[in-house]
């Protein structure tokens, strides 16, 4: 499938240089070398997003096993949200269900691009658990680190990444719900505000010009189209302003040598 | 307290529970079907870089509009509050993004609560 008109291949095909390739003895090395890039700044994220999750919770007047539910079941904040802010205003729970969904169709694409990048022989039926551990931080952090893995330990290194953001947000939600109340209003503010604030940080890091444009035009079209319907404008920006972002690589960028890198 | 009336008219007991149910089905709906399109999508290059693309202006759209629309408690810190502390914390990441990103999220979590103390 390489063929040199092709710039972009199957990514578990590109070659590695010989760091990336040697850089995990076996697929345990790889659980826990994953445990330990989550354990820095992504999980302290996470957790200071599930405590204002929490937090939030608690002040709406939901209980401690609904509040904690969502974050174990669920496992994707800004859905939690939406779900809250639903309940609170008072919407049916069919209407809950869709917008919740809606917000959710992030994680299609979200495995595609990822999931592929897997060995063949680690694509089975066992996927279908793992992608539960899949969420936003999780995925931005593989996308970067996968292109220096070996494309055989990069499931274990994913599992072992994912499964501690996933086992934090639980305490973390407990925490925050109990906290709620007892921390000043302005240290709820600053843990309200991390979450949009990592997501923002992480663009920096992008370095495909089409994804850069894609960003660019997503932060343009997603407050338009959130005026317009709120609850269908995750999908129509990312579709619309994505669709953009590919013509324009297509058309343009793609002719220009040493721009497309 | 407002709030919690209106939730009790509307959803309580079991309503709500359907409504946790059904948004955990969809979610993991959404997760399950990417699993399902992945088995065949890895050759396909052109629908890769499309679909990247597609979810990274998702993703900046959610992103966009917590910060510049938000809902609840951060609505009450002024817009060119939000989007100042977002730039000053762009600059601490850009100034060497190997290693900046834990100094530039507590730059922008310390200013923002910074402001929560003196206003």
């Given amino acids: 499938m390489s063929s040199s008109e092709q710039p972009y291949i199957d990514p578990s095909e590109i070659p590695l240089s010989e760091a990336a390739v040697q850089r995990f003895k076996n697929p345990r090395d790889a659980f826990w070398s994953g445990i330990r890039d989550a354990a820095g700044a992504p999980a302290a994220v996470l957790f200071a997003g599930m405590v204002g999750f929490g937090a939030m919770g608690k002040t709406n007047g939901f209980d401690v096993w609904f509040t904690t539910s969502t974050s174990f079941f669920m496992f994707a904040l800004p859905g939690q949200v939406v779900l809250l802010e639903m309940a609170i205003t008072g919407s049916s729970a069919l209407a809950i269900a869709l917008a919740v969904t809606l917000t959710s169709t992030r994680f299609v694409t979200m495995t595609v691009t990822l999931f592929p990048q897997f060995h063949q022989s680690n694509r089975n039926r066992s996927l279908y658990a793992s992608v539960h551990l899949l969420a936003m931080t999780a995925w931005a952090i593989s996308m970067r680190e996968f292109q220096a893995i070996e494309a055989r330990h990069r499931l274990s290194y994913f599992v072992g990444l994912g499964l501690l953001c996933w086992l934090i947000s639980v305490p973390a939600t407990i925490l925050g719900f109990y906290l709620a109340g007892m921390v000043p209003p302005a240290v709820t503010l600053g843990l309200v505000f991390i979450n949009p604030l990592f997501f923002l940080l992480t663009f920096t890091e992008v370095k495909p010009w089409i994804n850069r444009i894609a960003l660019f035009l997503g932060c343009i079209f997603g407050p338009i189209f959130f005026i317009v319907d709120r609850d269908t404008s995750l999908l129509t920006s990312g579709l619309v302003a994505g669709t953009i972002a590919y013509y324009i690589d297509r058309k343009f960028l793609r002719k220009k040598a040493g721009v497309l890198g | ?119």
Avoid at chain 2, 28 to 36: D, L, T
Avoid at chain 2, 74 to 91: H, Q, S
Wanted: glycine fraction near 8%; charge should be positive.
């Fill in chain 2, 1 to 119: 307290m407002e709030a919690l009336n209106q939730m009790s008219e509307s959803l309580s007991g079991w309503g709500l529970w359907i409504a946790l149910v059904g948004a955990c089905l969809g979610t993991y709906f959404c997760r399950a079907i990417g699993v399902f399109l992945s088995q065949s999508i890895n050759q396909e290059s052109e629908i890769f870089r499309w679909l990247a693309a597609v979810t990274y202006a998702m993703v900046a759209a959610l992103t966009i509009r917590l910060i510049v629309m938000p809902l609840g408690l951060m609505a009450t810190v002024p817009l060119w509050v939000r989007i100042l502390i977002c730039a000053l914390a762009i600059g601490v990441m850009v100034s060497n993004p190997a290693k900046r990103l834990v100094p530039a999220l507590l730059t922008g979590t310390l200013l923002m609560v910074g402001y929560g103390v003196i206003r």
